[in-house]
Nanobody
Framework: QVQLSEAGGGLVQAGGSLRLSCVGSGHTFSNYAMAWFRQAPGKERDVVAAITRSGTGTYYEDSAKGRFTISRDNAKNTMYLEMNALKPNDTGAYFC?????????????????WGRGTQVTVSS
């Protein structure tokens, strides 16, 4: 079992950047594929980006491609989401998630562990 702790959310103007981080407890961080999910008010929790446990494979939703970069540093038990050229539509609560195994999945139900979320608000 792993506990996840998120940081880096906040207020930013359109066109700006944020870097989210997610720190996992324990010494087996590399056992888990991980992902970032976004939930806007009144909407479902949707995957933004995902990464294999080794960090060699990644997935991005269409709106994130070319703007966001997911990465991980297993030695530091940390996953990151670099967000550039932010748009108001990027606004939402961002959640860090992890699942047992090396492959990532698209849906929230596939993940075993969750952070509490960090709010990202992009102003126009």
């Amino acid at each position: 079992q792993v506990q996840l702790s998120e940081a880096g959310g906040g207020l930013v103007q359109a066109g700006g950047s944020l870097r989210l981080s997610c720190v996992g407890s324990g010494h087996t961080f590399s056992n888990y594929a991980m992902a970032w999910f976004r939930q806007a008010p009144g909407k479902e929790r949707d995957v933004v980006a995902a990464i294999t446990r080794s960090g060699t494979g990644t997935y991005y939703e269409d709106s994130a491609k070319g703007r966001f970069t997911i990465s991980r540093d297993n030695a530091k038990n940390t996953m990151y989401l670099e967000m550039n050229a932010l748009k108001p539509n990027d606004t939402g609560a961002y959640f860090c998630a992890a699942r047992n195994g090396g492959l990532y999945r698209r849906y929230a139900e596939e993940y075993d562990y969750w952070g509490r979320g960090t709010q990202v608000t992009v102003s126009s």
